[in-house]
């Protein structure tokens, strides 16, 4: 027999239950303008209040964007999170992977997500967050074949004004998405900020690139920030990556920062910057396009950059040299025909993952595959035969 | 980075010559042809040092690759079915190769059963395109990948060896 305190004490539990559970479901209406007014229920007061505190001149500007979010992952998430939060018009948000437990040590998903597809659970989280924004969800993989090409179309036509995106964020966590992306940003030109953290999750970073103007994914070997670990004590016995919640937390920070700073024009939007966790290191730099860039449409942006006549940046009385006017560290882009050291220091902390060979340098071969006549079905026939 | 029976293998299977990736129509036929030649050699090469490992084929298109490899563990042979998709950025990036059947089996794998290549494959990959293909991709990652990989997991009881039933 139950006594009646127990169940007066189940009572209470349930009512409490039965409390958050009707407040999970009070959704707020959407709001039509931003407004300044600093009132307990107006989500934007702390946000335009950047405009009066002379931070941002037109902090409700940011309703008239489309940024496009590529993996939301443990960066991606908190990426677009941040970026709801700050009522951004439209959020495109691209990943074909489910969530799962293993996602917990990092933010933004919840358990009872677990088998969800991430840009699903991901829309229906932020669109709680803020109703204002608009979320469009894409849940494929862009490397593929069927699928890039409506990708390319979508950063295209995907404006709350049917143009272009105005920023695409990389938040993959893998080389050939960054790529994909890089190719189809030179191809139609669009400005975008490469992130990453290391598999050791102990270094991160973010690249801003425009087309021409800044170097592009393919211009040089991927960077990595040195994480000062001895190779030789860093094991990866049965793991292929850890992750922290720090790290892509900070990385996702530094990105939306950037383009908040990018989208809304003010302080200085950086071209790398780098984090290494581990001695709380943050090198910076500006990386030039590779005028002998590998890809055809890098090299014509570069092309159409030096054409373009350079806007005049208006300076105040005193006489400031742009930040990145002195070379203290002698960044360059190595000259790939001369023999390159194994391993390039581009900034301090910072190196290419590798160093490519001259092209005359090529391994041995016995031969290279001949030009025939034979046809690619009777190759296949052949192929399958053996 | 490369052992001297690797670098062999390596050297007798024929490199390419065409750059170029499946979204360009022509020269994706004329590399395809590439591919498929310095494959049928490679295979052909297995076969006559009694080391055939595997089995390739793709659709017509040659974007998605499916087929079969083994790895002979204490004088059993275990098969696993592979597969693959030529990526837009081919042969700038390799192709991620996957054995679907041990996803969440083992760590050294990404999600849908990719496996997860060592740190040199890489930065290999990017020092020899456009020369390196598909029989490049499966000898310096897959291979090396099931050498370490399938002995481990079948002495921790992951997979067993199956009677040959079908066929």
Known sequence: MTSVEELQAKIKDLEEKLLI????????????????????????????????????????KIRDYTVAVVGVGGVGSVTAEMLT????????????????????????????????????????????????????????????VENFDNFTEVLRKSSLSDG???????????????????TACNEFNL????????????????????????????????????????????????VCAASLPTTMGIVAGFLVQNTLKYLLQFGQVTNYLGYSALTDFFPTMTLKPNPNCEDSYCRLRQKEFALKPKPEIAVEAKEEKPV??????????????????????????VQLAYTLPNQAAVEECEEATADTDVSLDELMAQMKAI | MVDESTRKTLSNIPLLKTKAGPREKELWVQRLKEEYQSLIKYVQNNKDADNDWFRLESNK???????????IHE?????????????????????????????????????????????????????????????????????????????????????????????
């Open chain 1, 324 to 349: 990145h006017e002195d070379n203290e560290w002698g960044i360059s882009l190595v000259d790939e025909s001369k023999d390159v050291k194994d391993q390039v220091t581009v900034a301090e902390g």
């Open chain 1, 191 to 238: 400005t975008w900020f490469e992130s990453g953290v290391s598999e050791n999750a102990v270094s991160g970073h973010i690249q801003f690139i425009v087309p021409g103007d800044t170097a592009c994914f393919a211009c040089a070997p991927p960077l990595i920030v040195a994480s000062n670990i001895d190779e030789k004590t860093l094991k990866r016995d049965g």
């Open chain 2, 61 to 71: 298109e040659g974007t998605k690759w499916f087929g079969k490899c083994w790895f």
């Open chain 1, 21 to 60: 559970a009707t407040q999970k479901n009070v959704a707020r209406q959407k709001i039509k303008e931003m407004s300044s007014e600093v009132v307990d229920s107006n989500p934007y007061s702390r946000l335009m209040a950047l405009k009066r505190m002379g931070i941002v001149n037109n902090y409700e």
């Open chain 2, 75 to 167: 004088l059993l042979k275990y098969e696993f079915d592979v597969e693959f998709e030529i990526p837009v950025t081919y042969p700038t990036t390799a192709p991620e190769i996957a054995l679907p059947e041990l996803d969440g089996k083992t760590a050294k794998m990404y999600r849908g059963g990719k496996i997860c290549l060592s740190d040199h494959f890489k930065p290999l990959w990017a020092r020899n395109v456009p020369k390196f293909g598909i029989g490049h991709a499966m000898a310096l990652g897959l291979g090396p990948w099931l050498a370490v990989e399938i002995p481990d997991l079948i002495s921790k009881g992951v997979i067993s060896y199956k009677e040959k039933s079908e066929k």
């Open chain 1, 85 to 144: 939060r700050c009522g951004i018009g439209r959020l495109i948000l691209f990943d074909y992977d489910k969530v799962e437990l293993a996602n917990m040590n990092r933010l933004f998903f919840q358990p009872h997500q677990s088998g969800l597809s991430k840009v699903e659970a991901a829309a229906e989280t932020l669109r709680n967050i803020n109703p204002d924004v608009d979320i469009h969800t894409y849940n494929y993989n862009i490397t593929t």
């Open chain 1, 164 to 182: 272009p995106v105005d920023i695409v964020l990389s938040c993959v966590d893998n080389f050939e998405a960054r790529f994909a992306i890089n």
